[in-house]
């Protein structure tokens, strides 16, 4: 079955940076486009980023665009989140999810999620 794990959480001051990553198995990875999605303590989860299954195209949510940076290694079934610049509100559980080909914002056309990982900034 597909298994989507992540790590690299924790807590940073606001300026700071963190690296997530996300260890995939049970798909053809370079056949899935990849995403990231993120949770605050009482809001909806929400799109932050995305990537095509070559890695060749992005999309990133505006809050984050400049900030962050996702990437993937093909041969090593992994994504990752560059998360610079890190400011309060973007504290949250960070969620790698996966719907397929295509690229996808919206949390109802996911098919397969992580557990997460909690990331606090403190400001």
């Known amino acids: 079955q597909v298994q989507l794990v992540e790590s690299g959480g924790g807590w940073v001051q606001a300026g700071g940076s963190l690296r997530l990553s996300c260890a995939a198995s049970g798909l053809t990875f370079s056949s899935y486009a990849m995403h990231w999605f993120r949770q605050a303590p009482g809001k909806e989860r929400e799109f932050v980023a995305a990537?095509?299954?070559?890695?060749?195209?992005?999309d990133y949510a505006d809050s984050v665009k400049g900030r962050f940076t996702i990437s993937r290694d093909n041969a090593k079934n992994m994504v990752y989140l560059q998360m610079n610049s890190l400011k309060p509100e973007d504290t949250a559980v960070y969620y790698c999810?996966?719907?397929?080909?295509?690229?996808?914002?919206?949390?109802?056309?996911?098919?397969?999620w992580g557990k997460g990982t909690l990331v606090t900034v403190s400001s």
């Open positions: 990537i095509t299954r070559s890695g060749s195209n992005t």
């Open positions: 999810a996966t719907r397929g080909v295509l690229i996808v914002r919206t949390t109802g056309r996911v098919n397969y």
